[in-house]
């Protein structure tokens, strides 16, 4: 037993420096963990010899630019060699920063901050590491130390930005609060419109999804679309307007859109709803909806969506059967089961389903930190890159209860449980659905969206008959679409009332 532990020691120690050298690569840096310690001794001898010496520094650095941090030792030492002492050097290197510094200093100053960046890196893994051991006074004490360290980086961009939010959440973690960031739904939906705006991934969702919806409906006259998070009805107005122009004229659309209740006296479902029939009865186009208030998805149950076998019936969930992966219902089945199970025996016409393409439902903790990390970073930097600048601040606060919630929660409370294609793909086809293949159609409109951002680096894909929208080479988002395999004669599906 003992011998067992100690491999499995080993072996996790390797896999946690594979991943501190694949996060550096990431965020741009070309240096290994195992270089680290060399690397900070290194800088804190040069810090120290700014602080302490007199000599000017510009008439001794080298006008080579130094992107790799490990020839930094050759380099301190070639400065030291012909540093004296009869003039001091500000101590604070903001002050360096803040002043007019010709082009050797910056270039210091930057490698000080690069280095900085580095080490929160890899402080950032050794404190999840030191939570999974349950190791909480180390992991406090690489809080204190991160925090103190975010003062050398910029925080405005890059991992700067990005540590700061893992350090929040660990923070939470750490010290007992073990909760996501409350919000109202108020606040989510303010959050969510302007993650909307910054950005094309919830755009390419909705677009992705009414094109799969609106080929699904051709030549039916009645058709009934289930929103399983309506928030705002911002998705809805393209497709009745798509709808409008369909040749032939347009089917009579019922909406049924889910969202949580209101807070206060509000009908906010209504509401929506209200401004939506306005729409539709501007463009001509036969429109009903009805509001369904829940709390959690999987309290909704069919009966409530008042379905007609009449309709041809379309079934949309934009980010939402992941939070079902925690969540049991009142029967023996989880929450994605009975869900998915109900779903199949409205016998849709097509089941649109766009998800995170992440994997943050590891079981330990370590990967799933690791994969957000990998994750967010990307994200946020495809973030700086959207030139959409009021909207910014309020996106990176939507994307931060995600962060929060992935890496501070625990059991029922951790909902944002992303998955990866190739996991939908399998429990979609377990639970007796068939996929349907996301025409040209789709693509091109996704590839037109992303002309509306001027920022290169988005980049649609096609992956056996699904769409992923990226930055670069890592896809971020998936859209899936599917049909119910009609239910086998024996098989039963049994719905709870």
């Known amino acids: 037993m003992e011998m067992v532990e100690m491999v499995s020691s080993a072996s996790d120690g390797g896999s946690k420096t594979r991943d501190i050298d694949g996060l550096l690569a990431g965020v741009g840096y070309k240096v290994r963990s195992s270089e680290l310690n060399q690397v900070a001794q290194n800088i804190e001898r040069l810090e120290n010899a700014m602080v302490n010496s007199s000599a000017d520094i510009s008439e001794l650095a080298s006008e080579t630019v130094h992107y790799d941090p490990s020839d ?73 130390a991160m925090q103190g360290l975010l003062a050398q980086v910029n925080t405005n961009c890059g991992i700067g930005k990005v540590a700061g939010y893992f350090i929040d959440a660990l923070s939470r973690r750490i010290f007992g609060q073990n909760t ?80 949580p209740p209101s807070p206060d006296d509000r009908d906010t479902l209504r509401e929506i709803g209200v401004r939506l029939a306005e729409l539709a009865r501007s463009v001509n186009v036969r429109f009903a909806f009805r509001g369904v208030a829940a709390a959690r998805l999987e309290d909704v149950k069919p009966w409530m969506l008042q379905v007609s076998p009449k309709e041809a019936v379309a079934v949309n969930s934009i980010m939402q059967l992941h939070r079902l992966l925690g969540s049991k219902s009142g029967s023996n089945k989880s929450g994605i089961e009975a869900v998915l199970g109900w779903i199949r025996g409205l016998n849709p016409k097509i089941v649109t389903v766009v998800e995170q393409e992440a994997n943050h439902n590891e079981e330990r903790f370590m990967e799933r930190f690791t994969e957000a990390l990998h994750y967010y970073s990307t994200v946020f930097d495809s973030l700086e890159a959207c030139p959409i600048e009021p909207e910014k601040a309020l996106a990176e606060m939507y994307l931060q209860r995600e962060i929060c919630n992935v890496v501070c ?45 001027s920022a290169e680096g988005y980049c649609v894909e096609e992956n056996q008959g699904c769409l992923t929208l990226g930055w670069h080479s890592r896809p971020l988002i998936a859209a899936s679409a599917w049909q119910a395999v009609p239910v086998r004669e024996r098989e039963t599906l049994r719905f709870e009332h």
């Open 180 to 259: 996501a960031i409350v919000s109202s739904p108020y606040e989510n939906d303010v959050l969510y419109h302007h993650y909307y705006e910054a950005c094309p991934y919830l755009k390419f969702a909705h677009f992705t999804a009414n094109q799969a919806i609106l080929e699904a409906f051709s030549g039916q006259d009645c058709v009934h679309v289930i929103d399983f998070n309506l928030m705002q009805g911002l998705q809805w107005p393209a497709l009745i307007q798509a709808l409008a122009l369909r040749p032939g004229g347009p089917p009579l659309l019922r909406l049924t859109g889910i969202g």
């Open 409 to 453: 929660c625990e059991g029922t409370a951790r909902v944002e449980r992303h998955e990866p294609l190739a996991k939908w793909r399998d429990r979609l086809g377990k639970a007796g659905f068939r996929p349907l293949h996301l025409g040209s159609n789709a693509f091109k409109q996704a590839s037109m969206l992303l002309t509306l951002f």
């Open 72 to 144: 930094i030792g050759t380099w301190v030492d070639t400065l030291l060699s012909g540093l004296d002492h009869t003039v001091t050097l500000p101590c604070d290197l903001s002050e360096l920063s803040s002043t007019a510094l010709p082009p050797q200093q910056h270039q210091l100053i930057t490698t000080v901050e690069e280095d900085s960046g580095i080490r929160l890196v890899h402080m950032l893994m050794t404190c999840a590491d030191s939570l999974q051991r349950g190791d909480l006074p180390l992991a406090g004490s690489l809080i204190e």
